[in-house]
């Protein structure tokens, strides 16, 4: 069983910051590559950013790599997402997931998804 509890989301001016956390524990050995995705209502959920666990290695969604950046800190079993110069699209629930494949954006290769936490940006 693995647990993942996503935490820093809230409310902030357009052009501002946020940092995301989400706290891995349980059965996280083989689970090889941890991501974020977000969802806005009425939209499929969508690829942010992954990364390797093991290597470091990162993939971003194209149109965030210039003002995300994903994070891990091993030794906390802790999965970061720094997001500078938000915009109002930028309103969502984030979740972080994880899985045991190689670096994917596919959601049906994360087996472990977080509950979600709520970004919005204002204008």
């Known amino acids: 069983q693995v647990q993942l509890v996503e935490s820093g989301g809230g409310l902030v001016q357009a052009g501002g910051s946020l940092r995301l956390s989400c706290k891995a524990s349980?059965?996280?050995?083989?689970?090889?590559?941890r991501g974020w995705f977000r969802q806005v209502p009425g939209k499929e959920r969508e690829f942010v950013a992954a990364?390797?666990?093991?290597?470091?290695?990162?993939y971003y969604d194209d149109s965030l790599k210039d003002r995300f950046t994903i994070s891990r800190d091993s030794g906390e079993n802790t999965l970061y997402l720094q997001m500078n110069s938000l915009k109002p699209d930028a309103t969502a629930v984030y979740y972080c997931?994880?899985?045991?494949?190689?670096?994917?954006?596919?959601?049906?290769?994360?087996?472990?998804w977080g509950q979600g936490t709520q970004d919005t940006v204002a204008s």
């Open positions: 990364i390797s666990w093991t290597y470091g290695k990162t």
């Open positions: 997931a994880a899985g045991s494949n190689w670096l994917t954006r596919n959601r049906a290769d994360f087996q472990a």
């Open positions: 349980g059965r996280t050995g083989d689970l090889y590559t």
